[in-house]
Nanobody, 119 residues
Framework: QVQLVESGGGLVQAGGSLRLSCAASGNILTINTMGWYRQAPGKQRELVAIIITGGSTNYADSVKGRFTISRDNAKNTLFLQMNSLKPEDTAVYYC?????????????WGQGTLVTVSS
């Protein structure tokens, strides 16, 4: 069994910063991609940022230049540094990993952490 534990969400004023963390543990052999997604009220879940083995990253256009995704491979931990936050960044943020464990293909979602940006 694999667990993702997220932390770091909260309430912040526009222009402020938050740092999200996601720690993965359990039956994991290899993590190929780690990513952050978000879902605002009444909207579909969308990709925020993703990082693959080797360090390549991809960001949604709406967060480029403001958010930075990083990972600690040794600790299977994912981070999202969010700067210059805007009210439209308000959403539940979900961590996602894709990889392989002893049972085969692995994909796990975190429980979500709420980020609220006030104007």
């Amino acid at each position: 069994q694999v667990q993702l534990v997220e932390s770091g969400g909260g309430l912040v004023q526009a222009g402020g910063s938050l740092r999200l963390s996601c720690a993965a543990s359990g039956n994991i052999l290899t993590i190929n991609t780690m990513g952050w997604y978000r879902q605002a009220p009444g909207k579909q879940r969308e990709l925020v940022a993703i990082i693959i083995t080797g360090g390549s990253t991809n960001y949604a256009d709406s967060v480029k230049g403001r958010f930075t995704i990083s990972r600690d491979n040794a600790k299977n931990t994912l981070f999202l540094q969010m700067n210059s936050l805007k009210p439209e960044d308000t959403a539940v943020y979900y961590c996602n990993i894709r990889g392989v464990n002893y049972s085969g293909y692995l994909e796990v979602w975190g429980q979500g952490t709420l980020v609220t940006v006030s104007s």
